[in-house]
T-cell receptor, first 114, second 109 residues
């Protein structure tokens, strides 16, 4: 099976802009989770989608949003970008849910905000 | 509150020496903990989970409910063990996973 794919792999944006990141899960996986990875905070949970429904959300401002399509592909949107949003954004898929099942991670999208 | 603590940001160990990566958790229930690993230029991947009680790449981890710990151990470190290690606590009621901040393991030659 093909692994989790994320596009684009690298992105440079300016403060105030908005950005959309895409994630394609492993075929058959219905759950997609998003994480922000930074050297200082490690991995922080953003949200999880299952069958097009957001089931849980982490402690991030409303500027961070997402959605999932009927084919389980997911997008994450960040509006009004801030310098602190610079991070590696990881997407992970699993068969039935984020917990307690094994998650399969994508390579990430490296977002740099200038 | 659910929490995972990895007290060491960086751990340097000589090749052949024992390794112990610490993980402590806070959880009101019966936890199922995981260790994930991220090698340089590779994806984050599951290393092991406590319910399987298996040894992967020579690593083992025992859940100690009394000390609320799930330390990762290996008797003899190898250079290829150098990586970032994350302890993870699945929270089924919230359908999310809480990760610790990670420990970078550096194996010295």
């Amino acid at each position: 099976k093909a692994g989790v794919t994320q596009t684009p792999r690298y992105l440079i944006k300016t403060r105030g802009q908005q950005v959309t990141l895409s994630c394609s899960p492993i075929s058959g996986h219905r759950s997609v989770s998003w994480y922000q990875q930074t050297p200082g905070q490690g991995l922080q949970f953003l949200f999880e989608y299952f069958s097009e429904t957001q089931r849980n959300k982490g402690n991030f401002p409303g500027r961070f949003s997402g959605r999932q399509f009927s084919n389980s592909r997911s997008e994450m949107n960040v509006s009004t970008l801030e310098l602190g949003d610079s991070a590696l954004y990881l997407c992970a898929s699993s068969l039935q849910g984020a917990s307690p099942y094994e998650q399969y991670f994508g390579p990430g999208t490296r977002l740099t905000v200038t | 509150a659910q929490r995972v603590t990895q007290p060491e940001k960086l751990l340097s160990v000589f090749k052949g020496a024992p390794v112990e990566l610490k993980c402590n958790y806070s959880y009101s229930g019966s936890p199922e903990l995981f260790w994930y690993v991220q090698y340089s230029r590779q994806r984050l991947q599951l290393l092991l989970r406590h319910i399987s009680r298996e040894s992967i790449k020579g690593f083992t981890a025992d859940l100690n409910k009394g000390e609320t710990s799930f330390h990762l151990k290996k008797p003899f470190a190898q250079e290829e063990d150098s990586a970032m290690y994350y302890c993870a606590l699945p929270c089924p009621r919230d359908d999310k996973i809480i990760f610790g901040k990670g420990t970078r393991l550096h194996i010295l030659p």
